[in-house]
């Protein structure tokens, strides 16, 4: 079956992880997270069973091509994951996968990549029917099963406003039709894989203040959503992106994703009081610009101002992950 899924972007970030004993405990969050799931960037995947096996065997083409044999173990250690919560036979399955999007643009392909194909892997095995209806409910299983492939993707599941707490993550009662419109500085790919940044995380001095701030942070943040008030919403973004950066560039050994670029546009926003448009960032050195009206005029402003060069990606809300119609 074949399932479709967008990437999403923290407005409170995941940024370091429970220790886990088990497959089970994988991918736990340090603190809960809350985020805007996007609508034009897109992962399709296609699962498909093609006939019966001893273990569960998978060939996986990744845009077209076939993929790395890491990328291919890691897709064939996922859906293990669900024939074995399924309780199903295991198979020989047939992934395809493609993303309407560049990779290593600031846009988390993991994110989307993991919630599509939790829900086409589970659409083959379950059915239609019984997918579509975990899917309404935020089922905690699929919760579980896409955080297990990969923390952020339980986020990608529904949308527009998803919070992540522990082994829940469910969409919240907001509708609020924001932009993000992406500035990629560059496309290189970023030199801390996010893994290695969440392992690294609880060694920073700032960690611990961190995750004391958070609490109040979040429960600002979800008052601002629910007023839909934007004035309100952009500074807590901005304070958060820049605190996930400050325990990230103070681990050991530190993690640095910003570049020159980043900081100059960085001293340009701080500079910069009166906007209707927020930044928040990544584990990388791209913007997200959050905003309800376009904004590539003011950001090209920006951009001449600070002497940068940068294309842009231009999103808006979503409502999760599907199942694509028979045929699709
Ligand atoms: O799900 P991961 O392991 O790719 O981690 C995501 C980390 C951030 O994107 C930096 C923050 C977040 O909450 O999405």
């Not at 296609?46 to 076939?66: D, I, T, Y």
């Not at 996968?97 to 892997?121: K, W, Y």
Request: include cysteine; aromatic fraction near 6%; charge should be neutral.
């Amino acid at each position: 079956m074949k399932a479709e899924a967008s990437p999403n972007i923290a407005f409170i970030k995941y940024w370091g992880k429970l220790p886990a004993k088990s497959d089970a405990e994988r991918n736990l969050g340090a603190n809960p997270s809350l985020s805007l799931t996007l609508s034009r960037a897109k992962t399709t995947t296609l699962v498909e069973a093609v006939k019966a096996a001893e273990s569960v065997e998978v060939e996986l083409e990744l845009n077209g091509k076939p993929a790395s044999e890491g990328d291919e173990l890691k897709v064939r250690a996922h859906i293990q994951r669900i024939v074995t919560q399924f309780g199903a036979e295991p198979q020989r399955f047939r992934v395809q996968t493609a993303n309407n999007f560049p990779t290593g643009v600031g846009i988390a392909s993991s994110a989307s990549g993991f919630a599509a194909l939790t829900v086409a892997a589970a659409g083959e095995i379950l059915g239609r029917d019984k997918t579509e209806k975990m899917l309404r409910e935020d089922s905690p299983l699929l919760v579980e099963l896409a955080r297990r492939g990969s923390g952020s993707a339980c986020r990608s599941l529904a949308g527009p406003f998803v919070k992540w707490e522990g082994r829940v993550a469910q969409r919240m009662n907001i509708d609020w039709p924001l932009r993000d419109t992406i500035l990629i500085l560059t496309k290189d790919h970023k030199s801390v894989p996010s893994s290695e940044g969440h392992t690294r995380a609880p060694t920073s001095p700032h960690f611990e203040a961190r995750q004391k701030r958070l609490p109040a942070r979040l429960a600002a943040v979800e008052a601002a959503l629910a007023a839909r008030d934007l004035g309100r919403l952009g500074p807590l973004l901005e304070e958060e992106a820049l605190d996930m950066h400050e325990v990230a560039g103070t681990t050991m050994p530190p993690t640095d994703y910003l570049l020159p670029e980043t900081r100059k546009l960085l001293k340009l926003f701080a500079e910069s009081r009166q906007r209707d448009f927020y930044f928040t960032l990544d584990a990388g050195p791209n913007f997200h610009i959050i905003s309800e009206k376009p904004v590539t005029k003011d950001l090209e402003r920006f951009l001449d101002k600070a002497g940068v060069k940068a294309e842009t990606w231009e999103d808006s809300w979503g409502r999760g992950a599907t199942l694509l119609p028979e045929g699709a």
